[in-house]
């Protein structure tokens, strides 16, 4: 188990810089999940704390140790691939035994060790099979035993569940926060989907454009997003962005004031921000008013697609009772689910 | 019983249904036996040679009217020929050794790493491949005096140690191992000799077979460049040595034959064997070598 730590980050290729100085301070045995879109700069910087991609500037350390001229196998982390990696040409058993060649015990003690790793994924019956004669969530363990067996201090996962089906993807979820429970060794997984980040995570560190936009824990992320990207970004179906002023102490949307905003200049554009699960479909005089556009039956409930002044939202209506499609509805939000955001995009408290 | 009747009955009637033969399918095939026979032709002429007297050399006739394994008794108890065997069989086989070695080292370092000059370097290579080897000859004797290698084995096996053509070929097959195999090596702690002997060449196993194949067959029928580096009789390969049984006065066509003949064995059961990994390895490279 080790700290990570990040100081002052950056990583350029040629002239393009793609991290501009990122700072982040991670705990012993602490699960950080980097969550992103493409190109935000999260699996490069994975990589530089792997040791695979040359540092900038700025520094990285493992364990209190500055570890920006070491080489990858002198960090002591252990790092799974988005692709498995894991040979073709051996047997799990060799594959899960490869990351011990360089280890310095009896051969019995490297058998047992694999055997013990073998075990703890339930691949005791498969040691002796080839990838190939695998499915895609076996190699997976795989991947993950080759890098347990040798019982680094930190481990990076790079998009490992990326290649899984729907079903087996929570299902690995699953055993890697059990594993991470059991071993609480440091873990740094890198992901684009937000649904892992919010269920695998001890912290969630948000990208965007090499930038940190949040670091949070799941819950912090969701109910206090620091930012619209951060807002827009967590959360599925994504939070409904409505254009508002400041008016008299509030915020006026679609012609009704809604919430309570101090520190916002009279007449300052103001974004609303309301989570679907939010904005309920009411019988009753709510928020807002508007006609339905869509709708989509998840079973339990319902997501409606409403228009309101020419602004969609998306909104949560009863499963069993559905409102028409077309009907006039009535969509109501309590105060405390309201999100305010100013002209640059980040929260007004 | 009765249903693979039934299935018979409509194959036949789906025959029947097509109609007559497509006409360009008839002359595909047509051209393609063509093909064949004149590929195959020398080679059925080389065997009956083989077993025919010499007064009955130059009659056409492929089935002898008197045929004969005296030839081959001749040749085979000639302790020339045995000898030109073996130098043939040690200089492929050490050659095919070192250039596979050779070419895989070049073509993983071309492929994967990132250094000053790469393109230069695989373009000079490459460039090599467009001179023909009359035209290389001359350089290559004149090392080889000046290094004192005329008429020695090394001097024979000096110009195929590497090769362009396989330098190439492993370039491309090591683009198809993926990254993260090696950076998952680097991370297990192997140092990058190590990454390419047990991550990376087990995994182009089919080039390599491919390779050795190209090599150790181009070793095998090599026949201009032994003949000019070597003067003893001792240091021939086969395919020079054969030329012997040709002398001014007479030219002993059933000997030649028949060398030729037993030449054409190893090289049989070598494409026989690994002719799945022959196809791969051009349709791969996209040349022939």
């Known amino acids: 188990m080790a700290t990570v730590s990040l100081r002052n980050l950056t990583k350029a290729y040629g002239k393009t810089r793609v991290l501009h100085g990122l700072n982040l301070e991670i705990g012993d045995g602490e699960f950080v999940v980097f969550v992103g879109p493409s190109g935000c700069g999260k699996s490069t910087t994975l990589r530089m ?21 070491l080489e990858p196998k002198d960090r002591d982390i252990a790092m799974v691939f988005q692709n498995y990696a894991i040979y073709p040409h051996m ?46 969530g076996q190699r997976q363990r795989v991947a993950i035993g080759r890098a347990m067996v040798r019982d680094p201090a930190v481990f990076l996962f790079d998009e490992p569940l990326s290649n899984l089906d729907a079903q087996l993807r929570s299902q690995m979820r699953l055993e890697i926060k059990k594993l991470h429970q059991r071993v609480n060794t440091t873990i740094i997984f890198v992901t684009h989907d937000q649904v892992e980040a919010m269920t695998m995570a001890d912290r969630i560190v948000i990208m965007k454009d090499g930038h940190i936009q949040q670091v949070g824990t799941p819950a912090e992320v969701f109910h206090k997003p620091a930012n619209i990207f951060v807002a827009q970004f967590i ?46 479909v009411t019988e009753e005089a709510g928020s807002f008013e508007g006609r339905i556009t869509v709708l989509e039956p998840l079973g339990s409930e319902t997501l409606a697609y409403v228009d309101i002044g020419g602004q969609e939202v998306v909104a949560r209506a009863d499963g069993r009772n559905p409102p028409a499609l077309g009907a006039v509805v009535q969509l109501s939000v309590a105060p405390e689910n309201l999100h305010l955001f100013g002209a640059d995009g980040k929260a007004i408290r | 019983m009765s249903e693979v009747k039934a299935s018979a009955n409509s194959l036949m009637q789906a025959r029947v249904a097509k109609g007559p033969r497509d006409p360009w399918a008839v002359l595909r095939w047509t051209l393609l036996a063509m093909g064949a026979i004149v590929m195959v032709m020398p080679i059925i002429y080389m065997l009956s040679a083989s077993i025919k007297y010499p007064f009955e050399m130059y009659d056409l006739n492929i089935i002898p009217k008197e045929p004969t394994f005296e030839n081959y008794t001749y040749v085979l108890s000639d302790g020339r020929f045995l000898r030109w065997f073996g130098n043939s069989f040690l200089i492929a086989t050490l050659t095919t050794i070192s250039a596979v070695f050779f070419d895989a080292l070049v073509g993983y370092a071309l492929c994967k790493f990132q250094f000053r000059g790469r393109t230069f370097v695989f373009i000079a290579i490459l460039s090599t491949l467009m001179i023909p080897t009359e035209m290389l000859v001359i350089p290559w004797y004149l090392m080889s005096k000046t290094f004192g ?42 140092n990058e000799f190590q990454i390419w002997w047990s991550v990376a060449l087990p995994l182009v196993t089919p080039a390599l077979s491919a390779l050795a194949i190209f090599v150790f067959l181009g070793n095998w029928t090599a026949f201009l460049w032994p003949l000019i580096v070597t003067n003893s009789q001792d240091l021939y390969t086969l395919p020079v040595g054969l030329t012997t049984f040709s002398v001014e006065q007479a030219v002993e066509w059933e000997l030649i034959m028949t060398g030729a003949a037993l030449a054409t064995i190893p090289t049989l059961i070598v494409f026989l064997l690994f002719q799945r990994y022959i196809i791969r390895g051009v349709a791969m490279a996209g040349l022939k070598g």
Do not use: C
């Open chain 1, 49 to 69: 704390i792997a040791g695979l991609e040359e540092v900038s500037g700025g520094e990285i350390s493992i364990g209190g140790q500055v570890v920006n001229h």
């Open chain 1, 235 to 280: 959360g599925a179906p994504s939070m409904n962005l409505l254009e508002g002023r400041a008016k008299g102490q509030g915020v006026e949307v679609a012609g009704r004031k809604i919430a309570r905003a101090t520190g916002v200049a009279e007449g300052a554009a103001v974004t609303v921000g309301i989570r679907p699960d939010d904005l309920l």
């Open chain 2, 149 to 190: 290698w005329l008429d020695s084995y090394w001097g024979i096996m000096f110009p195929g140690v590497m090769t362009a053509f396989g330098t190439f070929l492993m370039k491309q097959f090591f683009e198809t191992v993926p990254d993260d195999f090696l950076e998952a090596a680097r991370i297990d702690g192997l």
């Open chain 1, 91 to 136: 047997t799990v058993r060799k594959n899960i035994g490869f990351g011990l060649r360089r280890a310095k015990m009896p051969k019995a003690d490297k058998e047992k060790r694999i055997e013990e790793v073998g075990a703890m994924l339930s691949m005791t019956e498969y040691l002796d099979r080839k990838p190939a004669q695998l499915s895609g």
